[in-house]
């Protein structure tokens, strides 16, 4: 079949596209050229390969030859990974955002040959219908205006650029430290969209959003006795969102959002970066509140990135799709195919002995358990998404059995799901390694690693960090992404700010120096390349590349947060881990950079809100002295409980302690006391109180700080 100039690149959503009628050509100055030499205007269509509706699109108008027709006559058709070039992704979508009121995937912008976009949308489908104008339509038009009126195009593509570049120009920095009370507020705007009975901050759709529930676990620290309800709605939302189908009861793992506002039928795309930051989450809620359902859901979530996720050498994949092959009919594709069942397939597997038991605790029905509401184009008719309609305690009590026989069954039950589940055609797995992504990934593994029992976890850890250090550090700086080999896109803000979190987070739970020394690094290259020295902050991207338009300074935390947000806390992290003034000061002045959103709409930037909380935290390290196995038990005591704002360093006795030391005058000569294998010192400022002995002594020492 003959193919087009995607054939050559490796982003997994160019490949699917590579035999599509379309002329398509990946973004660069050839196609811009194109474009200027015969005075077409760009078609840019951004997207990413695990998308639904960018899957739909495809199927109804690019692999459509009249379609094709239109694109190829009458536009230079431009393919973008959204991923691999979030740069690009954000200035049109800002575009698509300020002009159209909204914005989503598969992103449809047209553009001059300059660049400047002058309509854009979304996904428009293959004919009139519903008010909307079909896409044909769409090129007729645009392609007739262009022809007739290029000159308006043209202007208004520069005004809206201008208005733009106006309207994201950054505030003027706060004079001092934004003081504690927006985390105060955090609470106040975010109770307002609260949902009290299923969880979550807003109506349907619900997508789980980390930052947020770590900033309201942070509130009761900053105010006592105050934030207690703002703690509990952050519980209580995760409880709700494992239980419900955005979970994955059988293979582990979140789906990306809930399209009902029960949290029971997922968008069933799974993000390397939800399971990270909710891993996170799990682990946080587990050492608040020792529940060992958040144990068992970091768990299982961490447990399907090793054995899904995960590259032969370390890395972890980008995702894997909501859609996949219909096991009947393997032609066909539909959404969730993989994840949901009938109540004769269940019943079949089970048999008598467990089905009932099983049906009964995941809500299954006979006719499919989605409601209309949830499934209005009847994709799931008949079908079940597993989700905790009753819990064990409350099953075995209605049933008259014992707790431990209904867990044993159900147990035995999801196992023998998952086997059979593994014999369908997987979802499209996306196997491109992004840096950022990584980075989060190895902040879950590495604060899973003590909290959780899993030395497992904290190997993966080091693994993934040694992968990117060996194929995506080059040259003093990072590259964004690979797939067999690395990609041609730099490194952007939040690949540096999401992997000096997880190096720092490594160093704190493995004591291996070189992930400290490698974070003060990628900090030092992060603030030349990204740092807006007249306000603050970090812009998302470097100067110097005529193809972007805008260089955007990000204020707000969603499904991923801002670079500056978690910069902020990096630094602040970095300073006293090194005892670094520098590093200390350019955090605060991260956080006086935002005092004006911070103190309008808290609520936008809760990883803000988290290193906020951590300027405010009276400076405390605990020291592990002694080799890294002999001081295992005290790492665990340590992880044990939810102190974010501990700073842990490790007097080993080796060249790491030495390399500390000499930033850090208190930890020379640090040792166990005679005759001790192992000691932890709790310090205040880098003074220390006498050393902790035994486990439970640390634990007690830290119960009472």
């Known amino acids: 079949m003959k193919q087009n100039l995607l054939s050559a690149e490796t982003s997994p959503y160019l490949l ?147 208005a733009l570049r106006e309207h994201t120009a950054p505030a003027a920095p706060g004079s001092t430290l934004p003081g504690p009370e927006p985390l105060r507020l955090l609470w106040a705007q975010a109770a307002g969209g609260y949902d009290a009975e299923e969880g979550g901050f807003s109506p349907a759709p619900k997508f789980p959003r980390p930052a947020l529930l770590h900033a309201l676990l942070r509130v009761e620290a900053r105010f006592p006795g105050s934030g207690a309800e703002a703690r509990e709605a952050a519980l209580h939302t995760l409880r709700r969102m494992s239980a419900g189908g955005m979970y994955d009861h059988l293979g582990g793992g979140f789906h990306r959002y809930s399209v009902d506002a029960y949290w029971h039928v997922p968008h069933f795309e799974k993000m390397l970066y939800d399971q990270a930051q909710l891993a996170c989450t799990c682990v946080e809620a587990y050492q608040l509140t020792g529940e060992p359902g958040f144990a068992a859901t970091a768990r299982e979530t961490l447990g399907y990135v090793l054995t899904s996720l995960t590259h032969p050498e370390g890395g972890f994949y980008a995702a894997e799709d909501a859609d996949s092959p219909l096991p009947e009919d393997p032609t066909q594709h539909g959404e969730g195919a993989f994840y949901t069942w009938s109540q004769a397939e269940i019943e079949a597997l089970l048999g008598p002995e467990h089905a009932p038991l099983f049906l009964r605790a995941y809500g299954v029905e006979p006719q499919g358990n989605a409601r209309p509401e949830s499934d209005p184009h009847g994709e799931l008719t008949g079908k079940n998404t597993l989700y905790r309609a009753v819990e064990d305690a409350p099953l075995a009590a209605a049933l008259g059995k014992p707790e431990a026989e209904v867990a044993a069954s159900l147990a035995q039950s999801r196992r023998i799901l998952f086997a059979a589940r593994a014999q369908r055609p997987r979802p499209h797995l996306d196997d491109k390694i992004l840096t950022g992504w990584n980075g989060l990934a190895l902040s879950a593994f590495a604060r899973a690693a003590h909290a959780l029992g899993e030395p497992s976890f904290l190997a993966a850890a080091e693994a993934a960090a040694r992968f990117l250090h060996t194929h995506l550090w080059h040259g003093g700086r990072l590259l964004r992404s690979h797939r067999g080999t690395p990609g041609s896109a730099p490194g952007f803000a939040d690949d540096y700010a999401f992997l000096i979190q997880g190096l720092l987070d ?111 935290s009276a400076p405390t390290e605990l020291v592990l002295a002694g080799p890294v196995a002999a001081c ?53 400022n880098f003074t220390c109180q006498l050393p902790a002995l035994t486990p439970e002594a640390l634990a007690e020492s830290l119960y009472i700080r």
């Open 632 to 684: 295992a038990p005290f790492q665990s005591a340590r992880a044990a409980r939810f102190l974010p704002d501990l700073t842990l360093l490790h007097a080993d006795g080796g060249p790491g302690q030495a390399w500390l030391a000499e930033r850090l005058p208190f930890l020379r000569g640090l040792t166990p006391p005679s005759g001790h294998s192992a000691a932890a010192y709790l310090c205040k």
């Open 506 to 616: 490594l160093y704190e739970a493995g004591a291996e120096i070189r992930w400290l020394q490698w974070a003060a690094e990628l900090q030092q290259v992060q603030d030349t390349l990204f740092l807006d020295p007249a306000h603050g902050g970090y812009y998302s991207t470097a100067e110097g590349d005529p193809s972007v338009l805008l260089r955007l300074r990000e204020e707000h935390d969603a499904a991923e947060p801002a670079p500056s947000s978690v910069a902020a806390l990096n630094l602040l992290r970095l300073g006293r881990l090194l005892g670094e003034p520098a590093f200390t000061q350019q955090g605060d002045a991260t956080l006086r950079a935002f005092a004006e959103p911070l103190a309008r709409a808290p609520h936008a930037l809760p990883q803000m809100l988290v290193a906020l909380s951590f300027a405010y």
């Open 16 to 162: 699917q596209h590579k035999e599509n009628p379309v002329a398509w050509r990946p973004w660069g100055e050839a196609a811009f050229a194109a474009a200027r030499a015969e005075q077409k205007p760009i078609f840019l269509s951004i997207g990413y390969s695990t998308c639904h509706w960018c899957h739909v699109m495809a199927h109804e108008s690019f692999e459509n030859d009249a379609t094709a027709a239109l694109l190829n006559e009458a536009f230079i058709s431009i393919k973008l990974d959204r991923e691999e070039r979030p740069d690009i992704d954000r200035v049109y979508m800002a575009y698509v955002q300020a002009t159209t009121g909204s914005g989503g995937w598969p992103m449809s912008v047209f553009l001059t040959p300059d660049l400047e976009p002058f309509y854009g949308g979304t996904y428009f489908p293959p004919e009139d219908r519903y008010g909307r104008p079909g896409f044909p339509t769409v090129l007729r038009h645009l392609a007739k205006v262009w022809q007739e009126d290029r000159e308006r195009l043209v202007a208004h593509g520069r005004e809206v650029i201008a």
